[in-house]
Each structure stands twice: as C-alpha cells, then as structure tokens.
C-alpha cells in the first residue's frame, strides 16, 4: 500500500504573488531533497479569483531564480483543500484567521512561526503587489529563507510515517 504524500498548503490573498512564489520554492526544495511522492506542495488563496495566471512580477523574480510560473493558476481556498492539506502555512495572521474560519480543524499555523519554530511572533511576509519587481526580489529572498526553514523543520517523510507535525 503506497502512503499518501504529506501535503503543504501555502495560503496568500490572490493566490498571484506570494503562495506561487512559496510553493515554487518548495516544489524544487522538495525534489533536491528527494522527496518525491513524499512530500506535496500547492497554494491558494482566501480571496482568489478562479484561474488567474501569477503576477508579472512574481513571474519574472521566479525566471531569474530558475523557476517557471508561466503554468500557475489561482485558486480559492476552500473548507475541502484546507482540511485535505497536513500543513497550511499562512503569508500573515490574516490569512490563518480566514483558515481558521473556514476549516477550524486544519492545521494551520504562520509561515515564520513554523520556519523558525516559534508560537508567536514569526515574521509575516509583506505582499509586493503592484510594488516594483526589487519588492517582488525581496519577497522572494524572504520566502526562500522560510521555506528552507520550515523544510529542515519536516522530518524525512519516509522515516516518520503519519506521526509528521
């Protein structure tokens, strides 16, 4: 019997700049450290409109790093994608309150509390929406230092079975 992959969950506003960005990052992370099949990665957003492709400068920072966004599609989180998911990782506390109301069952927690191990207090990420693309690079920077966090906080999936955080 082959075990579901354990599934992370990025959570922004339009699901355009920051969880595209997040799940990028993650997605290469995840196959440079072999977890493959082991370990999902997908994004939406609480206030996501339906199919709408990443921001221009989300696209053209994730280029210049060597990912493609050109596929990325938003999508509105819903009550079933939250409760599907074993980790939702929120860009702000906002974004954990709307998880929260939505599904108060899921495991929901702020990305920089998660990454750096933290109960409260962990950094937000602040949104570079229509800022110009040096905001978009520092976005960027930010969530690359968190999602490496918040990876080398996951055990090896392989090795933990369904006892993962």
């Not at 959570?11 to 082991?38: H, K, Q, Y």
């Not at 989180?77 to 702000?92: H, K, N, P, Q």
């Not at 602040?126 to 968190?146: C, M």
Request: hydrophobic fraction near 35%.
């Amino acid at each position: 019997m082959t075990e579901r992959p354990f599934r992370v969950l990025f959570v922004c506003t339009g699901n355009t700049c920051r969880s595209p960005l997040a799940e990028a990052i993650a997605r290469r992370e995840v196959g440079r450290r072999g977890w493959d099949g082991e370990v999902e990665v997908s994004s939406a957003g609480v206030a996501a409109g339906e199919g709408e492709g990443a921001s221009e400068g989300s696209r053209v920072v994730a280029a210049e790093e060597g990912l493609d966004l050109g596929s990325h599609r938003s999508r509105l989180l819903t009550r079933e994608l939250a409760l599907d998911a074993d980790l939702i990782l929120g860009m702000s506390g906002g974004h954990v309150a709307r998880v929260i109301a939505l599904a108060e069952d899921a495991k929901v927690t702020l990305l920089g509390d998660f990454a750096r191990d933290t109960p409260l207090g962990g950094p937000s990420v602040p949104d570079p929406f229509g800022g110009p693309v040096d905001v978009y690079r520092e976005t960027y920077r930010a969530l690359e230092t968190l999602v490496n966090q918040t990876l080398d906080r996951l055990p090896r999936p392989s090795d933990v079975g369904e006892d993962r955080p």
